[in-house]
């Protein structure tokens, strides 16, 4: 589907997707950055319109958000929110990160999914001076733009140099990954079952030595 809307309507694409995601519903952007980062390593992008339109459309979903935080309030928020798993507590406890360290918080929140659609509402909400948001949101979101697609160009680039190899072996990769699958999963079975059986022999354990203490009690008198 990310590839198809890539294809289909090129840059604006991008920034359509990058924009629905920065006012708040759960598109996958990071994946679509980096797509195009491995489209513009075949030819399909050129660099610096695909970054203009990857930041730009986080950058107007970003400030329309900061705005409806700012004149329509947490309200509507928790509203809108409760859709995409939002509820009071978890408001309130990123409310309290972004107040304790607000600039930090506005930077660093454009690389964790999730919590990045949910800082400018917080920056409006807060009513952080626009002057302040808007130059430290553009530049974040020109860094984590670029930062997805020059990955996605730099995997695109290693996927075309050993496709080849991946191509002859493909089907001992699938086979190798499967048995790696299946241990992982035995173990995990192994190490629960492993908890269980120690859980329901520790009472049994406590009751015993319960019994032997009674019985040397009794023997005493």
């Avoid at 009513?127 to 997805?148: E, Y």
Wanted: glycine share 10%.
């Amino acid at each position: 589907m990310i590839q198809h809307l890539i294809h289909q309507f090129g840059y604006f694409g991008v920034f359509l997707i990058t924009f629905i995601e920065a006012i708040g519903f759960p598109f996958p952007a990071e994946t679509t950055l980096t797509l195009s980062g491995i489209e513009w390593t075949h030819g399909v992008f050129r660099l610096v319109p695909l970054w203009a339109a990857g930041a730009l459309g986080n950058i107007v979903g970003s400030t329309i958000a900061y705005g409806i935080g700012r004149y329509l309030g947490r309200p509507i928020v928790l509203y809108f929110g409760k859709y995409i798993g939002i509820t009071p507590a978890r408001l309130d406890k990123a409310n309290e990160h972004f107040q304790r360290y607000e600039y930090a918080v506005l930077v660093i929140a454009k690389f964790i999914a999730g919590i990045r659609i949910l800082v400018p509402y917080l920056a409006g909400i807060n009513r952080m001076r626009f002057w302040i948001f808007w130059p430290v949101n553009a530049l974040s979101a020109i860094v984590w733009s670029g930062a997805f697609i020059i990955a996605g160009h730099y995997i695109g680039a290693l996927v075309s140099r050993f496709w080849p190899f991946i191509h002859r072996h493909m089907v001992v990769a699938i086979i190798v990954a499967c048995l790696l699958v299946a241990a992982f999963v035995y173990h995990k079975i192994r190490g629960r079952r492993r908890e269980r059986e120690l859980a329901m022999s520790s009472p049994k354990a406590g009751e015993l030595s319960a019994t032997d203490e009674l019985g040397h009690t009794d023997q005493d008198d």
